[in-house]
């Protein structure tokens, strides 16, 4: 009996290791280390509220800019990864309000703007984000994405480390927007957005 438990606890093991790589990526060192700058950066100016359209807002726009190129340049299963460009995209425009903080700054308040409904039209906005979401599941279902991403996770071991930060990043981010702790919910979100670019890494490498 203990030999068969031993064997199958085996070749559970070698299961996992085929399936998980449990190897720490480099870069998840750089994205722990722009967490802590994020931090340090918030402490040493005393910042306790992170404004709409505010630096670190902007800045943490440049990481989904970074995955978006990535995948448009990345030739292998190319369907998977322009539909993973144009989600990215949907991310910086939801970052931007879809143009909100751009169009519709109120006069002498430079981190207030106003709310789409202000506009007699604001609502079209709504739908215009509505087709395009419609457009890219689109998109997915006419080109059978799912078969690339069967593929892609038989070819590539899941990384585990960067996909559980991901994971951890979103429910924080989740908590601190519920919470409207502002600090945290956007030094949270720029992490994840860091982790983004740190899957695309892995995965357009290990499948080249």
Not at 20 to 39: A, E, G, R, V, Y
Not at 100 to 118: A, D, G, L, M
Not at 126 to 148: Q, R, S, T
């Amino acid at each position: 009996m203990y030999y068969t438990n031993t064997i199958m606890f085996g070749l559970i093991k070698n299961k996992i290791k085929k399936c998980i790589d449990f190897s720490f990526q480099k870069t998840d060192i750089l994205t722990i280390f722009i967490l802590i700058l994020s931090i340090l950066y918030i402490n040493i100016f005393n910042i306790t509220k992170i404004q709409e359209n505010s630096l670190l807002e902007n800045i943490s726009l440049i990481p989904l800019f970074i995955a978006i190129v990535i995948c448009y340049r990345f030739k292998k299963y190319k369907k998977f990864f322009n539909c993973l460009a144009l989600l990215f995209i949907l991310m910086i425009l939801r970052e931007l309000s879809y143009g909100r903080v751009i169009f519709c700054q109120i006069p002498n308040c430079p981190n207030e703007f106003y709310t789409w409904s202000h506009y007699k039209y604001g609502y079209l906005v709504h739908v215009a984000v509505g087709f395009y979401v419609f457009a890219i599941a689109l998109y997915g279902i006419l080109n059978k994405i799912w078969l690339d991403i069967i593929k892609i996770i038989n070819k590539v071991k899941f990384p585990i480390w960067t996909l559980s930060s991901g994971i951890i990043f979103t429910i924080l981010q989740l908590y601190f927007e519920k919470t409207h702790n502002t600090c945290g919910e956007e030094t949270v979100e720029f992490a994840l957005y860091c982790t983004i670019v740190s899957i695309c890494i892995i995965y357009t490498k290990k499948l080249k």
